[in-house]
């Protein structure tokens, strides 16, 4: 049998991987030209761990991966309102967390493809048909792949969603935060920030920077919006919405690269009826996207491509022909796993939102005692599930 897989990020790699053990044939549709630059730093744990594990690539997320001391909130002269010690966060996790970057993450399980997996940059999706033993998928230069399962991996704003289920007005749900991440040198800002995640103790728009082992900054920005439409120029945009912020900020906006090399986007979910159609299937962000605000995206990723590469496997002979009555139960299957896991941690996110970035100056104290309480014996673990929900694995 034969998947074709729009979309070469977290997802989509990682189905790739297990589809292909599992005896498929696996080609790997993705529209941008090159593997992907930005991107932010992202705590890896949960059921994505779990399955990193189970394809043995563990080794390589801690070869990439960053040792973080702390999560810390500094004022606008440097000074350190509140921490979290990330020992601590990593003790209720049993030590199974990894901070890494998402370009790192989707280098491990890129390289990590067998040679038997065809993996296509500069394929844009431009039209899908549904036939009775197949689907056709048909890039923008008249390339027609054909294929028993069509699976959209390809993001929050996926294509394949909006050619097979519809137009994103129908399931995206903006969260009221537009976010952004860039990467910049400056020594001087580097020994500010140190072996931290540090982050301005700020209202309505804050800012991350931590060190890259290459000795750069990367920043993570994020500030709120009820206006869900991106700007023309992230770069202006990003520099009139956080001036005047003290500390490193300063030097972080007048070092932000043109837009071609700004991860920009705005904070939202989607929530989908059904996450399959016929002989497509959606799979990571396209169809479970729980925000950055939830923290546990790329993991669910992973684990929903375990899922369901392994309910696939479960129903069907790869050697033989998918029977679309056999491939609707697995896929049913697939969603009925995942789904309520997906769910919770969408609603975290969405009670932590007067928490992530405060609107109003009398949370920055709340948050301060919050952490400050962390310290206290059982509290560790009250914070850390009012902040990432319940275990999933």
């Known amino acids: 049998m034969k ?231 992230p770069r202006s945009a990003l520099r009139e919405e956080y001036a005047g912020l003290g500390w490193i900020a300063p030097q972080a906006l007048a070092a932000c690269p043109p837009a071609d090399d700004i991860y920009y986007d705005q904070v939202a979910q989607i929530e989908m009826p059904a996450w399959s159609q016929g002989r497509v299937v959606l799979v990571g962000d396209a169809c479970q996207a729980v925000s950055l605000l939830a923290g546990q995206g790329a993991s669910l990723a992973v684990a929903g491509a375990e899922t369901l590469a392994a309910e696939l496997t479960r129903a069907l002979d790869p050697t033989a022909g998918a029977d679309p009555g056999v491939l609707a139960i697995a896929l049913r299957r697939y969603e009925t796993a995942m789904r309520p896991v997906v769910t919770e941690k969408q609603q975290v996110a969405r009670r932590g939102v007067r928490w992530f970035v405060p609107e109003h100056r009398w949370w920055l104290h709340v948050r301060r005692a919050a952490l400050a309480a962390a310290g206290l014996p059982g509290m560790d673990r009250v914070i850390a599930g009012a902040m990432v929900g319940k275990s999933s694995t």
């Open 3 to 233: 998947a074709v897989i729009c979309g070469a990020g977290i997802a989509g790699l990682a189905l790739a991987h297990r589809l292909d053990t599992a005896g498929w044939a696996v080609t790997v549709l993705e529209q941008a030209p090159a593997p992907r630059t930005e991107g932010y730093m992202i705590d890896f744990f949960g059921p994505g761990y779990d399955a990193i594990e189970r394809m043995r690539l563990l080794p390589q997320l801690y070869e990439y991966g960053y040792q973080v001391t702390a999560l810390t909130y500094r004022d606008d002269q440097g000074r350190r309102r509140a921490s979290l010690s990330y020992s601590r966060f990593a003790d209720i996790v049993d030590g199974r967390l990894v901070s890494i970057m998402r370009p790192d993450l989707e280098r491990i399980l890129r390289e990590a493809l067998p040679g038997r997996v065809a993996l296509r940059f500069g394929s844009r999706l431009a039209r899908i048909d549904h036939r009775a033993d197949r689907v056709d998928a048909t890039t923008v230069d008249g390339t027609v792949h054909r294929a028993d399962l069509l699976v959209g991996a390809d993001g929050i704003h996926s294509t394949v969603r909006r050619l097979a289920f519809g137009d994103e007005r129908h399931f995206l749900r903006h969260l009221g935060f537009h976010t952004a991440a860039w990467v910049f040198d400056d020594p001087a800002a580097r020994d500010a920030v140190g072996d931290e995640f540090a982050l301005t103790d700020s209202t309505r728009r804050q800012l991350g920077c931590y060190v890259l082992r290459d000795g750069r900054i990367a920043v993570f920005a994020v500030h709120r919006t009820t206006d869900p439409q991106l700007p023309a120029d």
